[in-house]
């Protein structure tokens, strides 16, 4: 994938009364002539809205059902309304993409942009649709620093270009000692794990990117913030014509105002948890409740498709809690959870009917299974479907050719594992065919299933005895039932495909 353009094409909705107007006007203007059309005209005629932003973590990625992310939501949403497709062309540098806004090189830039004073005299942003706040990183191994006094003599490092800096830069008028360092190409996840490791004393990042990453690197710890929390707004060109800016501006307000921006940034700053003590105990409860109402259905689609019907029920688990209802933003669904394309392609029509979804999901694992290279063999190859079930096949191959480029083994899962998180570092993923994945989610859906899996054949074991045993006119002894449960409480059952 060239990282340089992405474009994503869907069918668009029907338009609505006023864009049909506006698309009747602007096909007259063209006809007539009589004057140069508008932004929005242009727009519509051309069916494209073409947006610069940055491939990350809080812009867009490209996730196991397509491009996603919170300004990715947000823009297709406005694309949705206009009834066009969203290109979006990616930048690296902040300068060269408000250069670019100001050149009329795309329609507008959403990169998670700050809005400031010195930035607005480059670019006209809209009305802010999110708020963040500055904040100062330290590792917990040390003392947290109270007041800015506190980082003269220290080593602290920002991203370059960014507001961070600005503020730095506002500061060290009040405290000329203050010193820092600016690097480029940079994530708010490298700083993160910079402090972790120790590499630096101190970084300021947004409070979004630190909720985001901050499981992943648990010493860097926030020891205050700096300054009021900062608005994030697209940015347009400063230009009499108004035309699209006016709609964006609407879009924005509304999309604030009626809680579907608070609903989109809820959902991409939640996280797969592992598997606590109290999850575990749910997870037992739900085995006697909830599994038994679809354990036949598992079973009949894992004999078909060739499959442990333990593992596809820890999958369904893992995705639904076994819930046929279930929904997640993207309009993800069922108690397998398949996007439309994955149940088109199935041949699944009703993802919400259990029977179907459980058939679907086993079909699309499968699949997944099957598309892996031969070289992936026993159990490594179970663990790599999963991984490509949850992050999809292209971000799977990435983290394989990083592991060999690295000497590690990409047919092992056990080394596979290690680089798959790297694919949230700008230094690795920039360089990959696919882009920024949240690399460590994979690995932790991975180790959740198999922690279910394992739950899921001790159980089964267990009922399995039980039966033999109603079934003998004698039961065991006291001595015989210890020995059973010793032999069998807390095993590890390696997967294998049936």
């Known amino acids: 994938m060239d990282l340089s353009k992405k474009r994503t094409i869907f069918s668009p909705f029907p338009l609505g009364h006023t864009f049909a107007c506006l698309m009747l006007i602007a096909s007259c203007v063209m006809l007539i002539g009589s004057r140069p059309p508008t932004t929005l005209e242009l727009v519509l005629a051309q069916g494209e809205l073409r947006v610069i932003s940055r491939n990350g973590p809080t812009t867009y990625y490209e996730g196991p059902y397509g491009y996603t992310g919170f300004e990715y939501q947000l823009l297709k949403r406005f ?10 062309e990616d930048r690296e540098d902040l300068e060269h993409m408000f250069n670019d806004v100001r050149a009329g090189r795309a ?13 607005s005299r480059a670019v006209r942003f809209s009305p802010p649709y999110k708020e963040v706040s500055q904040v100062l ?40 000692t203050l010193t820092w360092r600016e690097q480029s190409n940079l994530e708010m996840i490298d700083l993160l794990e910079m402090v972790h490791n120790g590499t630096i004393d101190h970084a300021i990042v947004d409070s979004n990117a630190y909720q985001l990453n901050r499981h992943i690197f648990p010493r860097a710890w926030v020891a205050m913030g700096l ?34 921006v608070e609903r989109i940034s809820q959902s991409f700053y939640d996280h797969v948890d592992e598997v606590t003590t109290g999850g575990a105990l749910l997870f037992s409860y739900r085995v006697e409740h909830r599994l038994p ?22 999958i369904g688990y893992q995705e639904s809690h076994w819930d ?8 993800v669904r069922g108690l397998m959870m398949l996007t439309m394309a994955a149940a088109k392609d199935m041949g699944i029509s009703n993802r919400r009917d259990p029977n179907q979804s459980i058939y679907g999901g086993a079909k699309y694992f499968r ?17 790599m479907a999963l991984a490509a079930y949850n992050v999809g096949m292209g971000h799977l191959e990435d983290a394989r050719r990083l592991t060999e480029g690295h000497g590690g083994n990409p047919n092992s899962w056990s080394d596979v594992r290690e ?25 932790t859906y991975v180790r959740n299933i198999q922690n279910f899996y394992n739950i899921l054949t001790w159980h089964d074991q267990q009922e399995q005895r039980r039966a033999a045993a109603e079934a003998q006119p004698e039961h065991p002894s006291e001595e015989e039932q210890r020995t059973l449960s010793e032999n069998t409480f807390g095993m590890s059952v390696p997967v294998s495909m049936l």
């Open 79 to 88: 694309a949705d309304e206009l009834g066009v497709e969203l290109v979006i």
């Open 107 to 119: 329609h507008l830039a959403a990169a998670g942009l700050t809005i400031t004073e010195s930035r």
């Open 137 to 176: 990183l330290y590792n917990s191994r040390t003392e947290a620093p109270t007041r800015i006094e506190d980082l003269i003599g220290t080593d602290l490092l920002v991203i370059s270009q960014s507001a961070h800096a600005e503020r730095l830069r506002e500061l060290q008028r009040r405290y000329p």
């Open 227 to 260: 300054g009021e929390p900062q608005s994030l707004g697209w940015a347009f060109p400063h230009d009499r014509d108004d035309s699209l800016y006016r709609l964006a501006h609407d879009f924005l307000e509304r999309s604030t105002n009626d809680g579907t």
């Open 293 to 314: 109402l679809w354990k036949e259905q598992m079973q009949q689609a894992a004999e078909e498709f060739g499959l442990d019907w333990r593992l596809l029920a820890a």
């Open 324 to 331: 046929p209802n279930a929904r997640s933003y993207t309009g």
């Open 367 to 383: 699949s997944m299974y099957n598309r892996l290279p031969e070289s992936i063999e026993g159990a490594d190859r179970t663990w």
């Open 419 to 443: 680089y798959l998180p790297l694919l949230a570092k700008r230094q690795y993923y920039r360089h990959t065919q696919h882009g920024y994945a949240r690399g460590w989610e994979p690995v």
